[in-house]
């Protein structure tokens, strides 16, 4: 049993590096004039469009509103890969190790930076839906009177004037997630393995 708890702990670290290869998180925006909705993917370094040419056309779409251009590049797509890779090596040192005790602190490190990045995310689609140019062409407001945001959801769908946002997690979240159960799993057979 103590082979079987260390192979689903290098599988647990190894899971995140899918993240290189499939998007993190997908946001799609569907309206009556789009007959394709827009969309873009997240990766863990990069944005992409769902099909050709949507981010220009998403922003071209908002700059009638002030909001900014989705950028090219961003800090944080500096940051995870850099995160991703270390927690990785981490967790193939854990696992070579085989210290059961070990695979829990990991895995608990994991739910920490992911809750991290879904919060640096909200931030992002926050000042990315509410900072706007005002001297935007286009300005709506509230029936409070106050200035009109176009946050995107976090999670789930949302309507935005005559839009429905929709966000959901990728192949890549899945894979992290699946990594992190991995390691709560490994710790329990490595437990039992002990007693």
Same mark, same amino acid.
């Given at each position: 049993?103590?082979?079987?708890?260390?192979?689903?702990?290098?599988?647990?670290?190894?899971?995140?590096?899918?993240?290189?290869?499939?998007?993190?998180?997908?946001?799609?925006?569907?309206?009556?004039?789009?007959?394709?909705?827009?969309?873009?993917?997240?990766?863990?370094?990069?944005?992409?469009?769902?099909?050709?040419?949507?981010?220009?056309?998403?922003?071209?779409?908002?700059?009638?509103?002030?909001?900014?251009?989705?950028?090219?590049?961003?800090?944080?797509?500096?940051?995870?890969? @850099?995160?991703?890779?270390?927690?990785? &090596?981490?967790?193939?040192?854990? *696992? /070579?190790?085989?210290?059961? #005790?070990?695979?829990?602190?990991?895995?608990?490190?994991?739910?920490?930076?992911?809750?991290?990045?879904?919060?640096?995310?909200?931030?992002?689609?926050?000042?990315?839906g509410h900072d706007l140019d005002p001297k935007a062409i286009m300005k709506f407001t509230?029936?409070?009177?106050?200035?009109?945001?176009?946050?995107?959801?976090?999670f789930g769908s949302k309507d935005i004037l005559n839009f429905t946002a929709h966000s959901?997690?990728?192949?890549? @979240?899945?894979?992290?997630?699946?990594? &992190?159960?991995?390691?709560?799993? *490994? /710790?329990?057979?490595?437990? #039992?393995?002990?007693?």
């Open positions: 049993m103590k082979i079987k708890s260390n192979y689903l702990m290098w599988a647990a670290a190894l899971l995140p590096l899918l993240l290189f290869v499939f998007p993190l998180w997908k946001i799609t925006l569907e309206a009556p004039q789009y007959p394709t909705p827009l969309g873009m993917y997240i990766h863990i370094n990069d944005f992409t469009d769902a099909n050709p040419h949507d981010i220009k056309n998403i922003n071209l779409m908002n700059h009638y509103v002030g909001m900014k251009y989705i950028p090219d590049a961003i800090p944080e797509f500096k940051v995870f890969p @850099a995160g991703i890779i270390i927690t990785t &090596i981490i967790g193939l040192l854990i *696992a /070579f190790k085989a210290n059961y #005790k070990w695979y829990l602190y990991w895995g608990i490190l994991m739910i920490l930076l992911s809750t991290a990045g879904l919060y640096d995310f909200y931030l992002w689609e926050h000042d990315y509230n029936p409070d009177g106050s200035v009109m945001g176009f946050q995107p959801p976090l959901y997690p990728q192949p890549g @979240a899945y894979a992290l997630g699946l990594g &992190i159960a991995l390691a709560f799993v *490994a /710790f329990f057979f490595g437990k #039992k393995e002990k007693s």
